[in-house]
Antibody, heavy 121, light 110 residues
Framework: EVQLMESGGGLVKPGGSLRLSCAAS????????MNWVRQAPGKGLEWVSS????????YYADSVKGRFTISRDNAKNSLYLQMNSLSAEDTAMYYC??????????????WGQGTLVTVSS | QTVVTQEPVVSVSPGGTVTLTCGLT?????????PSWYQQTPGQAPRTLIF???TRSSGVPDRYSGSILGNKAALTITGAQAEDACDYYC??????????FGGGTKVTVL
């Protein structure tokens, strides 16, 4: 069974940093692009970042570019999100999501249960 | 900046049919946007309903279907049930590794 388990969320002050982790199991982790998607309280989903299986390419939403860094350790089946210069607008549930493909057409599946990040003084 | 549009709220009667749409403010949605749809119940993580425009994910009831209607992606629920009342999100690929989710549609069944 494919499982994605996020951790590392918590309360952080504005301007602070946090590192999220996602432990993956049940599939060949290195073969898949991985993603972070967030959801502010009471709001919709927002794609944050993606990383290819070999880490050769990384992509970011404009809202986090220059502040967040996505990375992975295929030996540990783990995905990370280093978040710096946090502001209240970054308060959200952060989901770790695998990217599946069929005929080179991608979609997000499955989703982890999420880890909550709260930025507040 | 391209925005993905969805109806904020739609209502359907039990047993009825409802169509949710997913559009772009500055372009037409096509299969090349790789539209996919996700369902989210309160307090839960999203789950995949539709991928590749019109392919149902494993375990998804056949009352859910995806399509392109005009210049938008569409999710149709045929024979709506009480448990279909929740939030639905579409996702579109913008190119260059960038994805955008729609703002979501809250479906009420009453």
């Amino acid at each position: 069974e494919v499982q994605l388990m996020e951790s590392g969320g918590g309360l952080v002050k504005p301007g602070g940093s946090l590192r999220l982790s996602c432990a993956a199991s049940g599939f060949t982790f290195s073969a898949y692009m991985m993603n972070w998607v967030r959801q502010a309280p009471g709001k919709g989903l927002e794609w944050v970042s993606s990383i290819t299986g070999t880490s050769s390419s990384r992509y970011y939403a404009d809202s986090v570019k220059g502040r967040f860094t996505i990375s992975r350790d295929n030996a540990k089946n783990s995905l990370y999100l280093q978040m710096n210069s946090l502001s209240a607008e970054d308060t959200a549930m952060y989901y770790c999501v695998r990217m599946r493909t069929a005929g080179a057409i991608p979609w997000f599946d499955p989703w982890g249960q999420g880890t909550l990040v709260t930025v507040s003084s | 900046q391209t925005v993905v549009t969805q109806e904020p709220v739609v209502s359907v009667s039990p047993g009825g049919t409802v169509t949710l749409t997913c559009g772009l403010t500055s372009d037409s949605v096509s299969t090349s946007s790789y539209p996919s749809w996700y369902q989210q119940t309160p307090g839960q993580a999203p789950r995949t309903l539709i991928f590749k425009t019109n392919t149902r994910s494993s375990g998804v009831p056949d009352r859910y279907s995806g399509s392109i209607l005009g210049n938008k992606a569409a999710l149709t629920i045929t024979g709506a049930q009480a448990e279909d009342a929740c939030d639905y999100y579409c996702a579109l690929y913008m190119g260059s590794g960038v994805w955008v989710f729609g703002g979501g549609t809250k479906v009420t069944v009453l």
